[in-house]
Nanobody
Framework: QVQLVESGGGLVQAGGSLRLSCAASGRTFSRVDMGWFRQAPGKEREFVAVRGWSGGPTYYADSVKGRFTISRDNAKNTVYLQMNSLKPEDTAVYYC??????????????WGQGTQVTVSS
C-alpha cells in the first residue's frame, strides 16, 4: 500500500493558476502510475489526468486538456498537477491516486485525502 498526501489547493480567480502536489510513500514510487481525479459538490468523482511510471503515457480529460499538466519527480516521490487558465467549473476537491490505471476511479486502490480548489468568477 502507498500513502498519498495532497497539497497546494486554495482559492483563485478565474484565469489564474495553481500547482497541486501529491507526495507518496510506502511503495516504489518510480514504478507506479499516478492519477488525478476531482469531485465537485453533488457530482461523481471524475478523471483529470494520469501519468505512467518511467516516462510512460500521459492522458488528460478533454475538459482540462491544454490547461493542466501532470508531471512527476521520482527523486522526490511527488506528482504535480499544474493548473492554468482556471475556470469556475474547475472548482472541486482534487485527489491523487495510484495502484491502477486509466480513467475510472474504481481502478485505483490508494487515494489521498484531497485538496480543495475553488475558482471564483
Amino acid at each position: 500500500q502507498v500513502q498519498l498526501v495532497e497539497s497546494g489547493g486554495g482559492l483563485v480567480q478565474a484565469g489564474g493558476s495553481l500547482r497541486l502536489s501529491c507526495a507518496a510513500s510506502g511503495r516504489t514510487f518510480s514504478r507506479v502510475d499516478m492519477g488525478w481525479f476531482r469531485q465537485a459538490p453533488g457530482k461523481e468523482r471524475e478523471f483529470v489526468a494520469v501519468r505512467g511510471w518511467s516516462g510512460g503515457p500521459t492522458y488528460y480529460a478533454d475538459s482540462v486538456k491544454g490547461r493542466f499538466t501532470i508531471s512527476r519527480d521520482n527523486a522526490k516521490n511527488t506528482v504535480y498537477l499544474q493548473m492554468n487558465s482556471l475556470k469556475p467549473e474547475d472548482t472541486a476537491v482534487y485527489y491523487c491516486a495510484t495502484g491502477g490505471w486509466g480513467t475510472t476511479s474504481d481502478n485505483y486502490d490508494s487515494w489521498g485525502q484531497g485538496t480543495q480548489v475553488t475558482v471564483s468568477s
